[in-house]
């Protein structure tokens, strides 16, 4: 049998737009995965008693939800998995009832099952339809618990996507608890990912999935550019609770298919405060979320980009440049040349880390245009000694003798990029001892080129 890593929760919603909250009943049907490897250890116990308990909880919360139905259906838990495994074994132990009785009904029966088999998962969900009777205001929702992957050579992606093309169920929901990484792909082709990393946030992940559930509140964060229109996208949203300062979602901002913001679901008894990782970052803060309605957050991020290109032959070395607010010394970004990034609308300034530095000053970035700087490609200087000495690189104008790096001492061959230019080095052997023993040698770099000096 194949080790399974997870608790997991599959959300498979099926509603009507056209009916009101108030009008529908919501059904829930839990799956629960009572196979043996239930029995690994989770957190502070193993991983059937926390499954237990945390349902338990979560049970009693549900009783006084109004329009609410429930019911259980188990899978694992009728026969040993030696010597073989069935992989029909699935059945609906509580049918659909009010909410005020089921919910102490599958409490009970949850607390009396103990693991025995495998997990066919595919197999269950196909059978859970049967489960739904005929109902014209109903949405259908169900919630798998599982510790683990399908191990009877079913498919839950397909089974799931036949069932939302009958319109049993509409997307899923996942969500992993303990969830091996590598299994993350594996659930997430059935709908929407939840991580549950341990047993502390698991009741506050399902309380936020029930909150989509049943009440429907939805959100979506507005990007908006300079024509107020929401065009900005792929940059990642921090929600924190205003109150605790704590991080409470991470999510990477996504226009849908017909181009508007995604949406996403935020526990609705929480003030927030957003952070848009743009450059430099954007902050709403005091956002409140109105429960059972879809609540849009407008946040003002017009961006454009930024290209940064050598101007010549290319070479072995790439240099990068420091981006900052114009008129501030606070970093913004590093960003390397033959990279484009994205930054929000106003005027920079760029300091180039080449040999010598080059200073870029009022650099404009415009709403969803290309500003693009070149810089000349370096040349290289080939420095070789016979022995150890100090020195150092100079521009000269004619006027000022300009300081550009010191060459490394201990080194007897050394290669250092400049910009091209005219350039003259100053350099004494450490045995010399008289100041006019001072070698200087004028060269000149060409971009791409190595020159050669001898000290």
Same mark, same amino acid.
């Given at each position: 049998?194949?080790?399974?890593?997870?608790?997991?929760?599959?959300?498979?919603?099926?509603?009507?737009?056209?009916?009101?909250?108030?009008?529908?009943?919501?059904?829930?049907?839990?799956?629960?995965?009572?196979?043996?490897?239930?029995?690994?250890?989770?957190?502070?116990?193993? *991983?059937?008693?926390?499954?237990?308990?945390?349902?338990?909880?979560?049970?009693?919360?549900?009783?006084?939800?109004?329009?609410?139905?429930?019911?259980?259906?188990?899978?694992?838990?009728?026969?040993?998995?030696?010597?073989? !495994?069935?992989?029909?074994?699935?059945?609906?132990?509580?049918?659909?009832?009010?909410?005020?009785?089921?919910?102490?009904?599958?409490?009970? !029966?949850?607390? *009396?099952?103990?693991?025995?088999?495998?997990?066919?998962?595919?197999?269950?969900?196909?059978?859970?339809?049967?489960?739904?009777?005929?109902?014209?205001?109903?949405?259908?929702?169900?919630?798998?618990?599982?510790?683990?992957?399908?191990?009877?050579? @079913?498919?839950?992606?397909?089974?799931?996507?036949?069932?939302?093309?009958?319109?049993?169920?509409?997307?899923?929901?996942?969500?992993?608890?303990?969830?091996?990484?590598?299994?993350?792909?594996?659930?997430?082709?059935? $709908?929407?990912?939840?991580?549950?990393?341990?047993?502390?946030?698991?009741?506050?992940?399902?309380?936020?999935?029930?909150?989509?559930?049943?009440?429907?509140?939805?959100?979506?964060?507005?990007?908006?550019?300079?024509? !107020?229109?929401?065009?900005?996208?792929?940059?990642?949203?921090?929600?924190?609770?205003?109150?605790?300062?704590?991080?409470?979602?991470?999510?990477?901002?996504?226009?849908?298919?017909?181009?508007?913001?995604?949406?996403?679901?935020?526990?609705?008894?929480? =003030?927030?405060?957003?952070?848009?990782?743009?450059?430099?970052?954007?902050?709403?803060?005091?956002?409140?979320?109105?429960?059972?309605?879809? #609540?849009?957050?407008?946040?003002?991020?017009?961006?454009?980009? %930024?290209?940064?290109?050598?101007? @010549?032959?290319?070479?072995? /070395?790439?240099? =990068?440049?420091?981006?900052?607010?114009? $008129?501030?010394?606070? =970093?913004?970004?590093?960003?390397?040349?033959?990279?484009?990034?994205? /930054?929000?609308?106003?005027?920079?300034?760029?300091?180039? %880390?080449?040999?010598?530095?080059?200073?870029?000053?009022?650099?404009?970035?415009?709403?969803?245009?290309?500003?693009?700087?070149?810089?000349?490609?370096?040349?290289?200087?080939?420095?070789? *000694?016979?022995?150890?000495?100090?020195?150092?690189?100079?521009?000269?104008?004619?006027?000022?003798?300009?300081?550009?790096?010191? %060459?490394?001492? #201990?080194?007897?061959?050394?290669?250092? /990029?400049?910009?091209?230019?005219?350039?003259?080095?100053?350099?004494?052997?450490?045995?010399?001892?008289?100041?006019? @023993? =001072?070698?200087?040698?004028?060269?000149?770099?060409?971009?791409?080129?190595?020159?050669?000096?001898?000290?």
């Amino acid at each position: 049998m194949m080790n399974k890593r997870v608790f997991s929760f599959l959300f498979i919603l099926n509603f009507s737009f056209l009916i009101s909250h108030s009008q529908t009943t919501n059904r829930i049907l839990f799956i629960f995965d009572d196979s043996y490897s239930m029995y690994a250890p989770w957190n502070s116990n193993i *991983k059937i008693e926390v499954a237990k308990r945390i349902m338990g909880e979560f049970l009693d919360s549900l009783k006084g939800l109004p329009n609410l139905e429930l019911a259980l259906r188990c899978y694992g838990h009728t026969t040993f998995i030696k010597p073989e !495994r069935n992989c029909k074994d699935t059945k609906l132990e509580i049918p659909f009832a009010k909410a005020t009785v089921n919910a102490t009904k599958i409490k009970q !029966r949850i607390q *009396k099952l103990e693991p025995l088999g495998t997990t066919p998962i595919a197999y269950s969900l196909g059978e859970s339809a049967a489960d739904f009777t005929p109902c014209s205001n109903c949405r259908n929702i169900v919630i798998l618990i599982t510790d683990g992957i399908e191990e009877c050579g @079913g498919v839950p992606c397909e089974v799931s996507a036949e069932l939302q093309k009958k319109g049993i169920f509409l997307r899923p929901f996942v969500i992993g608890v303990g969830l091996d990484v590598k299994f993350a792909d594996v659930f997430g082709c059935m $709908g929407k990912f939840y991580d549950v990393s341990n047993e502390a946030n698991f009741k506050d992940v399902l309380n936020l999935v029930l909150t989509e559930a049943i009440s429907q509140t939805t959100v979506q964060v507005d990007l908006l550019d300079l024509a !107020r229109k929401p065009t900005e996208t792929d940059v990642n949203m921090t929600f924190y609770d205003a109150a605790t300062k704590q991080v409470k979602y991470n999510y990477l901002h996504t226009l849908n298919h017909r181009g508007n913001p995604d949406t996403i679901v935020l526990n609705p008894n929480i =003030t927030y405060d957003l952070m848009v990782h743009t450059i430099p970052p954007v902050e709403k803060k005091g956002i409140t979320i109105q429960q059972g309605r879809h #609540n849009v957050i407008p946040v003002d991020a017009p961006q454009g980009y %930024l290209r940064l290109e050598l101007d @010549g032959a290319l070479s072995k /070395y790439f240099p =990068t440049c420091v981006v900052r607010r114009k $008129g501030e010394m606070n =970093t913004l970004n590093i960003q390397d040349f033959g990279k484009t990034d994205k /930054y929000i609308v106003g005027k920079y300034d760029i300091e180039v %880390l080449t040999l010598p530095r080059i200073y870029l000053n009022d650099v404009e970035i415009k709403q969803s245009s290309t500003n693009t700087i070149k810089v000349p490609t370096s040349g290289s200087a080939y420095i070789t *000694k016979v022995s150890n000495g100090t020195g150092s690189i100079y521009t000269d104008d004619g006027k000022k003798v300009t300081w550009v790096c010191n %060459l490394n001492k #201990n080194l007897m061959n050394e290669i250092i /990029y400049l910009q091209p230019g005219t350039y003259k080095m100053e350099f004494r052997y450490d045995g010399v001892r008289e100041t006019t @023993g =001072t070698i200087e040698r004028k060269f000149t770099i060409t971009s791409a080129v190595t020159t050669t000096i001898k000290l």
